[in-house]
């Protein structure tokens, strides 16, 4: 049985997270509990198998196990029981006697975090937030992706990089603009028309139609037609009266992707279709109200077309007013895992296929890939490949992606840039691993711990400081990743 262990603290808050905590000694768990409180609810079991039941009868927030349980399966055996049984709960591995092969060995074998028994109340209680928090999120991702395939999120930002957080604020405000049309710049690729979809999505006019028409595709001589209609008899071969994608999406949004291939004819038409709100079908001399909002977007560079005079300057203006750029995926690699858990469920579920988990090396190799030119789409083509022809169900790996030589090489070639990364690459590493050797963290040093580290390293304090500043927060371990994608 787990048993509660004594509260002498403060009153409990129902809103605190629940913390399972799996080590055979007697003492560590009450100790840890009274370290905890009173921001987290703890119970202990005494065992593996008792940790496992425990689990299993009322699923905790998260776990903190036991490195070197005796008696029966040791602490990583208990780990991949859990990884395979309770994939969404994070665990933290704890050990008096912590060692880089060991802290390997947790991380490979799933665990978020690895923590030496005699941390400090702040870096213990930092440590299971973050692993809350971070199952908290995996968890609304699942949520937004069922959504998404349901329909009715369909669209919603799985991103959590600062660029595409502010980029998705700015939609926000483009959606709240009215009927003023918006202009979406980017390369190919890049999700131009889903954000146009999402603009709409999130307006007043989300019950009202959506078109997207590409203008590359419609028909030399057509443009006018088809955008604003026709009578019949306007034109050989005009046999009946036709509305237009203006009139057909009525109070809605039309999205006229590749506005650059829009003939020099059409664009005065369409700038006045957008100032004065109203259209002139071919053959009519009576103009006709419209309420459509206008989203265009681009892979094109509108303004050298306006120099060489294959685009007008007061159209480009006016679309312009309100105008975002979407970045290529390699300006916001941070979003590939998103990215790829999201295309691996569609693809699983379209293709009635058993979902799929890309191994650390498989993530890392499509996060140092050039995704140009072709981005995001590309992205998507290259994790259906690797789900229909992996070896492996369930995991794809880097072999598995198989992909064309010019993407495994890196954007460029910046010697520079790629020994500041190396630099610092080696400092992080080797600041965490003098820290842990001195008993520390260097997420929250304290000051004696930059002393002994400094000693240790022979350098001065100020600069382990200093080192420490300019690397800013550590990147989310290995098995931080494997959490997420559970």
Not at 149 to 159: M, S, W
Not at 255 to 261: P, R, S
Not at 312 to 337: C, G, K, N, T, Y
């Amino acid at each position: 049985m787990t048993r509660e262990p004594k509260r002498d603290g403060a009153p409990a808050r129902p809103d605190r997270p629940r913390v399972l905590i799996i080590d055979d000694d007697p003492d560590f768990g009450p100790d840890l509990e009274a370290l905890l409180a009173p921001d987290f609810i703890c119970r202990c079991a005494l065992s593996g198998e008792e940790g496992l039941g425990a689990v299993a009868a009322d699923a905790p927030d998260a776990i903190v196990l036991d490195l070197m349980l005796e008696g029966g399966r040791n602490g990583l055996e208990i780990l991949a029981a859990l990884r395979g049984a309770h994939p969404a709960i994070p665990v933290i591995m704890a050990t008096a006697h912590p060692s880089a092969e060991t802290e390997a060995a947790a991380l490979r074998g799933g665990a978020l975090y690895y923590l030496h028994k005699a941390a400090g109340r702040s870096e213990v209680a930092a440590k299971l937030k973050r692993a809350v928090d971070v199952a908290a999120t995996s968890r609304e991702r699942d949520r937004l992706r069922r959504d998404l395939h349901a329909g009715a999120g369909a669209g919603t930002f799985l991103f959590s990089s600062p660029r595409l957080r502010a980029l998705e604020r700015q939609v926000d405000r483009f959606a709240a603009a009215g009927q003023a049309p918006v202009l979406i710049t980017g390369e190919t690729g890049t999700g131009k028309t889903l954000l146009a979809r999402e603009i709409h999505r999130r307006s007043q006019r989300a019950s009202e139609p959506f078109l997207q028409v590409n203008m590359g595709a419609i028909a030399p001589g057509t443009a006018v037609s088809e955008l604003f209609g026709h009578l019949r008899g306007a034109f050989t071969g005009a046999v009946a009266h036709r509305r237009g994608h203006f009139e057909a999406v009525g109070h809605g949004t039309l999205c006229l992707d590749e506005i650059g291939d829009l003939p020099l004819e059409t664009q005065g038409l369409l700038l006045q279709a957008i100032e004065e709100h109203q259209i002139l079908p071919l053959g009519s001399s009576t103009p006709r109200p419209v309420h459509t909002r206008v989203l265009a977007a681009t892979n094109r560079d509108l303004e050298a077309m306006v120099t060489q005079g294959a685009f007008r300057q007061d159209l480009l203006s006016r679309l312009s007013a309100l105008a975002v750029h979407v970045p290529p995926l390699r300006e916001h690699v941070e979003d590939i895992p998103d990215l790829a858990r999201y295309f691996l469920g569609r693809h699983a579920a379209d293709l009635g296929l058993p979902s799929a988990r890309l191994t650390p090396a498989a993530l890392d190799l499509l996060q140092r890939s050039d995704w140009r030119p072709d981005n995001v789409r590309g992205l998507r083509v290259a994790l259906l490949r690797a789900l229909v022809l992996s070896e492996k169900p369930g995991h794809i790996d880097a072999a598995a992606l198989d992909l064309p030589p010019a993407r495994r090489e890196p954007a460029g070639f910046d010697y520079a840039a790629a020994k500041e990364r190396a630099v610092r690459e080696f400092q992080r590493g080797f600041l965490r691993h003098a820290f842990q050797a001195v008993g520390g963290s260097a997420t929250h040093p304290r000051p004696e711990e930059i002393r002994r580290v400094a000693e240790l390293a022979g350098i001065p304090p100020h600069t382990v400081r200093r080192i420490l500043k300019e690397l800013g927060p550590p990147p989310p371990p290995t098995g931080e990743v494997e959490a997420a994608e559970s």
